[in-house]
């Protein structure tokens, strides 16, 4: 016999099942504690990683192409383990023991590269004003840099998305989970917005030191707001087994049948069984779905199946519809999840290339304060913040008035994709006239006579994209996704941002190998061409995006929630 779910504590250890009394938990008195946590870990978390480029060139020797690179590959790092805290969570220990385990981890890694701020043996000499001999960081150095590094981008790639998967699991509501998502990305770029300015500013004019050991502070702050929340948390359906396993056994099941002629009868097929109270009663019975036909074989029921508990002698032969109905979920959602992953390569390679671009700009603001060249992104999050803001509380309150609907997860995403193209042609634009100005000048100096706020429109543009873009894709996934796997469905995001960091960097080291366009110095190369060629990508990223969002079919979200309530009225 299948077996059957149960409702557990997301804050109990062993996954107990609970008394009804406590299964009434979660809503909107335990969203402070999960959006206090969230903006707390990641203050810190943009605190060190958003100035890193800067801490590796000042403090480490290295040259500005070869820091970006260890930025994009450690960010690409930080987002490919969000995908294994959701296969811990959602198959072993739950959202609660990863994301308060993945913060300490964290911690120490932000203790660690303070450490490497404060003392002098941790890192190479600095170099000397005006010469042009500096002494490479030795092995020993990079050990304990990367192992801080590795520390730090574990722990907040097992928090960031995995708050998100239990914040949602807090509310029944589509509508809810969607106001839900607003406001953990509002948290989220709110958050970095002071790390980029405040902390970034202490970083680079004050003290190393001090700016993370502010950063550490603010992680202990955000794991504590978070285990203070622990009772007011709600239970969430888990399975006794993993999910990805069952995933697994379609596919084995699936093949081993693959001669047996398939059926149009219901009958024919396995639906699981329920046991509620002393009565075991079967499933609905529908027909698997056309789509993959072959996989329906999995479900298929031959002579030698049709014994009693048939699926739990032998799993890897029998699977219920169900299942197979999720794998194939999984795999219809796959042509969305590469148009994402084809989205965030232009905006990594912008976000780093930005950086490169402030550090041969004018920072100066008045006579006294200078702009940190790592806090230009604050452009982008800023206006990410104040398009989620003006989304949810003018944007959707309008449209249910006017035409009665709202923006559907794929329409906000569209908008995004659209928004990105605008920005990466920007951002050619105005690298043209910095290099024009450069060139007029012919100057030796570390900056051209033109202000870093030239950059801010292009980020800006990214940063409203974003703001549809990123919410959409969440919520997307999280509708879509099969119930037993919603800690990974937000963690898919975090999948193609990892990736994206590693195809940027590929993408620019193609860039360095087959053309000029890319130097140590980027006075001397062309990086409006490099903005050029991603913009056309991103276009026709863009054109291949359409195409998959009108073949694509939403399932029944509002029969998903009748049989969420429906289950939480059997327990």
Same mark, same amino acid.
């Not at 239970?235 to 081993?256: C, D, G, N, Y």
């Not at 003006?390 to 994709?417: K, M």
């Given at each position: ?10 804050? $109990? ?21 999960? !959006? ?23 403090? #480490? ?11 994009? @590959? ?6 490919? #383990?969000? %995908? ?37 043996? /941790? ?11 500096? *002494? ?11 192992? $801080? ?62 700016? #993370?050991?502010?950063? $550490? ?22 399975? +006794? ?6 995933? &697994? ?5 699936? %093949? ?37 036909? #072959? ?26 519809? +169900? ?8 795999? *219809? ?17 912008? &976000? ?7 550090? *041969? ?36 309150? /309008? ?39 450069? *060139? ?17 429109? +292009?980020?800006? %543009? ?29 963690? @898919?995001?975090?999948?193609? @941002? ?8 590929? =993408? ?5 190998? =087959? ?52 289950? !939480?009225?059997?327990?």
């Amino acid at each position: 016999m299948e077996k059957s779910a149960q409702f557990v504590d997301e804050a $109990a250890p062993n996954h107990h099942v609970q008394s009804s009394s406590t299964i009434n938990n979660g809503g909107w008195i335990s969203f402070p504690f999960i !959006i206090g946590s969230m903006a707390g870990l990641s203050l810190a978390a943009a605190g060190w990683n958003n100035n890193l480029i800067v801490y590796l060139i000042q403090e #480490f020797n290295m040259n500005s192409v070869s820091a970006a690179k260890v930025y994009n @590959m450690a960010n690409g790092c930080s987002t490919i #383990f969000p %995908i294994l805290s959701a296969v811990v969570a959602d198959s072993f220990l739950g959202c609660f023991s990863v994301i308060w385990i993945s913060s300490f981890i964290s911690l120490l890694g932000v203790l660690l590269l303070t450490f490497t701020a404060a003392n002098d043996t /941790l890192r190479p000499p600095k170099c000397l004003d005006g010469s042009n001999e500096c *002494k490479n960081a030795s092995t020993f150095h990079l050990t304990i840099l990367y192992a $801080a590094l590795a520390l730090a981008y574990l722990g907040n790639g097992g928090t960031r998305f995995t708050i998100g998967s239990m914040g949602a699991n807090q509310f029944y509501k589509p509508n809810h989970q969607a106001i839900f998502f607003n406001w953990y990305t509002f948290a989220l770029y709110t958050s970095n917005v002071i790390g980029s300015t405040v902390l970034l500013y202490i970083e680079d004019n004050v003290s190393w030191v001090l700016g #993370f050991a502010i950063c $550490a502070a603010f992680n202990i702050l955000g794991l504590a707001i978070f285990l203070s929340g622990r009772r007011f948390y709600r239970h969430i359906e888990t399975q +006794q087994e993993s999910p990805f396993m069952s995933l &697994a056994r379609v596919v084995a099941a699936a %093949i081993r049948k693959y001669k047996e002629p398939l059926s149009l009868e219901d009958e024919d097929y396995c639906h699981g069984m329920i046991k509620q109270d002393n009565d075991v009663t079967r499933t609905d019975l529908t027909n698997p779905s056309k789509f993959l036909r #072959f996989l329906n074989r999995a479900a298929l029921m031959t002579e030698e199946d049709k014994q009693p508990d048939r699926v739990a002698a032998e799993p890897w032969r029998l699977c219920t519809v +169900q299942q197979v109905e999720d794998l194939k979920i999984l795999i *219809k959602l796959i042509p969305i999840w590469t148009t994402g992953l084809l989205l965030c390569t232009p905006l990594v390679i912008q &976000a780093s290339l930005a950086i490169l671009q402030a550090l *041969k700009m004018d920072r100066q603001l008045g006579s006294n304060f200078k702009i940190p060249a790592g806090s230009v992104m604050v452009f982008t999050l800023i206006s990410t913040c104040i398009t989620i803001t003006f989304t949810d509380r003018v944007l959707s309150p /309008l449209l249910n008035r006017c035409i009665r609907t709202s923006l559907t997860p794929l329409q906000r995403v569209g908008i995004g994709h659209v928004l990105t193209v605008l920005s990466m042609a920007l951002s050619a634009l105005v690298e043209s006239k910095r290099i024009k100005l450069d *060139k007029s000048f012919h100057q030796n100096s570390v900056a051209v006579p033109m202000s870093v706020f030239w950059l801010a429109p +292009q980020l800006a %543009i990214s940063g409203i994209g974003l703001a549809f873009h990123s919410p959409g894709y969440v919520g997307f996934y999280y509708q879509e996704f099969p119930g037993s796997l919603k800690s990974t469905s937000t963690a @898919m995001v975090a999948v193609f @941002m990892g990736a994206a960091f590693y195809l940027g960097n590929g =993408v620019m080291d193609l860039v360095q190998r =087959v053309t000029g366009w890319l130097p140590e110095n980027i006075d001397n190369g062309r990086l409006d061409n490099v903005f050029w060629v991603i913009c056309v990508l991103g276009a026709l990223n863009f054109v291949y995006y359409l195409v998959c969002a009108s073949l694509y079919k939403y399932k029944n979200v509002d029969q998903e929630l009748n049989d969420s309530i429906d289950k !939480i009225d059997r327990n």
